[in-house]
């Protein structure tokens, strides 16, 4: 099993720029979910899906998108690129749920590095 | 707003020492996760503890929960210089409501930082 992959590995935008990060996971997890990583902050939660069609927001959400046809797939949407969201992206998966609470270990990927001028 | 908090923020020792972690957090929890980053790379589970268990082990690691402290500790023995990275607790917290009890998205600390120095 691959696990959790993200692309791209390092991103650099320009403010305004729209762009896609995507992150699949092939161990059949029903959630996943966005993470940001800025020093000092710890990491924080930008939006989770439980499941196929099912999406919510986390404690960043303005600035992303997001959407889940598979459950293989959750790829995160900046739609028009900001400074402020220059920071390391990590996408999670956990294989159950209980009304979308994480009860088990979460999946990482390896990350991408986002740079927005 | 930040759950865990991890203290210290940086610890550096010799190989073969032990290194403890603590981790602080203010609501009623279901679980606490702890995990480690190694630079550059995403996180790795390393265990997870439930609100009605008191202590866990798993290698040459130990994690407490002191639900009344709200606490939880991490000690890794005779540490090596590969465990050198920013280790991250992460606490699922209990959010009560008028109908019960609900629980929130797991959320994490700002880490601590271990340099093991062989």
């Known amino acids: 099993n691959a696990g959790v992959t993200q692309t791209p590995k390092f991103q650099v935008l320009k403010t305004g720029q729209s762009m896609t990060l995507q992150c699949a996971q092939d161990?059949?997890?029903?959630?996943m979910s966005w993470y940001r990583q800025d020093p000092g902050m710890g990491l924080r939660l930008i939006h989770y899906?439980?499941?196929?069609?099912?999406?919510d927001q986390g404690e960043v959400p303005n600035g992303y998108n997001v959407s889940r046809s598979t459950t293989e797939d959750f790829p995160l949407r900046l739609l028009s690129a900001a400074p402020s969201q220059t920071s390391v992206y990590f996408c999670?998966?956990?294989?159950?749920?209980?009304?979308?609470?994480?009860?088990?270990?979460?999946?990482f990927g390896p990350g991408t590095r986002l740079t927005v001028l | 707003s930040q759950q865990g908090e991890e203290d210290p923020q940086a610890l550096s020792i010799q190989e073969g020492e032990n290194a403890t972690m603590n981790c602080s957090y203010k609501?009623?929890?279901?679980?606490l996760q702890w995990y480690r980053q190694n630079s550059g790379r995403g996180l790795v589970h390393l265990i997870l503890?439930?609100?009605?268990?008191r202590e866990k082990h798993s290698g040459r690691l130990r994690v407490t929960l002191d639900t009344s402290k709200k606490s939880s500790s991490l000690l890794i023995t005779a540490s090596r210089a590969a465990d050198t990275a920013s280790y991250f607790c992460?606490?699922?917290?209990?959010?009560?409501?008028?109908?019960?009890?609900?629980?929130?998205?797991?959320?994490f600390g700002q880490g601590t930082i271990l340099t093991v120095h062989p």
């Open positions: 992460a606490t699922v917290p209990r959010i009560p409501n008028a109908g019960g009890t609900s629980y929130g998205k797991l959320t």
């Open positions: 503890i439930r609100s009605n268990e």
């Open positions: 609501t009623s929890i279901n679980n």
């Open positions: 999670a998966s956990s294989y159950s749920t209980l009304a979308g609470i994480t009860y088990n270990e979460q999946f």
């Open positions: 899906s439980v499941g196929a069609g099912i999406t």
């Open positions: 161990m059949n997890h029903e959630y």
